[in-house]
């Protein structure tokens, strides 16, 4: 039998290596850099921020018995005025701006506060009519029906 000539295929030239993109490799650091920054900007700012808590009361003032002073405000907001106090007025009658001052001249005492939901204007109306010598009215009417407020007011006048 005779044998056939043995042809080896043409080598074909190999295939050029693929390029990985060093996108993901990129990606990777930059993220681990945002991440290792942050942390480093944190715990400086933990370790070199002042303590602006108050130092501890003393044990033996804490024990002694309170003298009768009046509770300090927190805040002059009419959100956190009481009966028998006085706001003004520092806005104007359409956006009304009520702080609590001293009751003086041109302030309006506070005769009732009344909590809980209110709709707005005749609401406030209703509210305060029950209220005896009541001339003015404000509400506080959010999305929180548990902040809502009534203040029925009067001029105040000088004892």
């Known amino acids: 039998m005779p044998q056939q000539p043995q042809y080896s295929p043409a080598a074909s030239p190999p295939a050029p290596p693929r390029r990985r993109s060093g996108l993901p490799m990129s990606a990777l650091m930059v993220v681990l850099s945002v991440l290792t920054g942050g942390g480093v900007a944190t715990a400086a700012w933990f370790a070199f921020a002042g303590d602006d808590e108050p130092p501890p009361a003393d044990p033996i003032a804490a024990t002694a018995p309170a003298a009768h002073v009046p509770r300090p405000q927190t805040s002059a907001d009419a959100r956190f005025a009481a009966s028998g106090q006085c706001v003004r007025n520092e806005g104007t009658n359409v956006e009304p701006e009520l702080r609590i001052v001293a009751c003086t001249a041109h302030t309006y005492q506070i005769l009732k ?17 029950k209220v005896p010598k009541y001339t003015k009215w404000y509400y506080y009417d959010t999305e929180y029906d548990d902040v809502d407020f009534v203040l029925c007011l009067r001029e105040y006048e000088p004892v």
């Open 113 to 129: 506060r009344i909590d809980g939901r209110t709709t707005g204007e005749k609401d406030a109306v209703s509210k305060c009519a």
